[in-house]
């Protein structure tokens, strides 16, 4: 199973920016990461088969995720970014595949 990100970059504080992952196989939930320089990873969001969503406090009311099945692709769609947002995004497929990670860098 493959898991490629994108949609990082450089963006100013209060922009947005859409993240991509689609997985080479269909999956039950994807899960975003988030690791900030010289931190570890921390949830940041989660999809399930089932509906089921997941949003870390700091980013409630920001960040939405989202599912294309019939593309096997999530979407975190991040507004009102800040610069705290920075680091790279990582999915995490079905407890199991990690993907290269996509950079998020929110600066002036």
């Known amino acids: 199973v493959q898991l490629v990100e994108s949609g990082g970059g450089l963006v100013q504080p209060g922009g947005s920016l859409r993240l991509s992952c689609t997985a080479s196989d269909s999956f039950y939930a994807i899960e975003w990461f988030h690791q900030a320089p010289g931190q570890e990873r921390d949830l940041v969001a989660r999809?399930?088969?089932?509906?089921?969503?997941y949003y870390r406090d700091s980013v409630k009311g920001r960040f939405t995720i989202s599912r294309a099945n019939r593309k096997n692709t999530v979407y975190l769609q991040m507004n009102s970014l800040k610069p705290e947002d920075t680091g790279m995004y990582y999915c995490?497929?079905?407890?199991?595949?990690w993907g290269q990670g996509t950079q998020v860098t929110v600066s002036s």
């Open positions: 999809i399930t088969g089932g509906g089921i969503l």
């Open positions: 995490h497929m079905d407890g199991s595949y």
